[in-house]
């Protein structure tokens, strides 16, 4: 009995030395550990054994049935690992982590920014939810101001709105300074409109402002020309067409030759050659009164810009509501 053990375990050894895939392991459990197996065979023996060696004999063919088993088991595990391995080529290769990038409207920011500070201009903030004498009063419109109808105001109360314009700021900084003022402020700016190719409830400005003594119409002139240089080629001429708003005397709209065609004429200057970018003007000394600056003493200027529409110029868009989709097809083109 003994001797028919070490054969059956020489058998299995043998058998399993050349076992290569899973369902080859299933078969030799089978042939051995099953219940009409090789082992239960043996068992069914124990009963020829004599009485005294029965017991011995038992607990050999015990030990060797979970020898077996672990043996399966093991060779079970590492074929499974080897097929898990193989499930992973290694010679495909990487995919690419999806990276973000900024909004088109952050990266002309940030052009802007850098163009303003290289010509001496420091960056300030102010909220958005503003108060109506920040947004109207100050900056010379009263309550009542016809001129308070050219913007569609969102009202959360009636002395508080979501700002129409980066304008309130001028107020918040000459406040808390004194001449001379130089800045620019990026940010945010509401309005009622109904959405369209060139209007958003929402949009962006850059406000900027000059103060000092001896400021002149000259040099806004000259900023917004070096401007206009750094952001679309040295040969963008600039005009300025007059104009009005309560908070600069004199004002004037400012346009760039089309950066499209270049004066040509072209679908989107409307075949007159110019773009028509924001409004300007030397701050008006009602505006000074309201800050206790000396309108005397001080002069400056101020002028915005919609980021948006920069962008939409720079980048050749069409369609103002594009950039506020999160359409990364658009999105990821720049
Ligand atoms: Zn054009």
Redesign the pocket.
């Known amino acids: 009995m003994l001797d028919r053990i070490r054969d059956l375990k020489e058998k299995f050894k043998a058998d399993i030395s050349r076992v290569k895939t899973l369902p080859e392991v299933e078969k030799i459990r089978i042939k051995y550990l099953s219940r009409k197996g090789e082992v239960a065979e043996l068992f069914a023996r124990l009963k020829d054994v004599n009485a005294t060696d029965r017991p011995k004999i038992g607990k050999v063919l015990n030990e060797l049935k979970t020898h077996l088993g672990r043996e399966l088991e093991n060779l079970q595990s590492g074929l499974q690992r080897k097929t898990d391995k193989k499930a992973l080529d290694l010679t495909l290769p990487g995919r690419r982590p999806f990276t973000g990038r900024k909004h088109p409207l952050t990266k002309i920011l940030d052009e802007i920014k850098t163009i303003f500070m290289g010509m001496g201009f420091r960056i300030e903030d102010g909220p958005e939810i503003e108060t109506d004498y920040y947004n109207f009063e100050a900056l010379n419109m009263p309550k009542n101001h016809p001129a308070r109808d050219m913007q569609d105001t969102l009202y959360i109360t009636e002395d508080i709105v979501l700002r129409t314009h980066t304008s309130p700021v001028q107020i918040r900084v000459m406040e808390q300074s004194k001449p001379p003022v130089r800045i620019i402020a990026p940010g945010r700016v509401y309005r009622r409109d109904t959405p369209d190719a060139s209007h958003s409830p929402f949009f962006h400005q850059v406000e900027g402002l000059v103060v000092d003594e001896g400021i002149n119409f000259g040099d806004l002139k000259g900023v917004i020309t070096a401007f206009a240089h750094k952001m679309f080629g040295s040969d963008i001429r600039v005009r300025f067409r007059p104009s009005f708003f309560p908070f600069t005397e004199p004002s004037a709209e400012y346009d760039f030759i089309?950066v499209?065609?270049r004066?040509?004429?072209?679908?989107?200057?409307k075949?007159t050659?110019w773009?028509e970018i924001s409004g300007a003007g030397m701050v008006d000394p009602n505006v000074f009164d309201y800050v206790n600056y000396d309108s005397e003493k001080y002069t400056g200027y101020a002028f915005g810009m919609g980021i948006d529409r920069i962008a939409m110029l720079k980048y050749g868009i069409h369609d103002i509501r594009l950039f506020f989709e999160n359409d990364i097809r658009f999105l990821e083109q720049f």
């Open positions: 089309c499209f065609c004066g040509k004429g072209c679908r989107v200057c075949n050659g773009v």
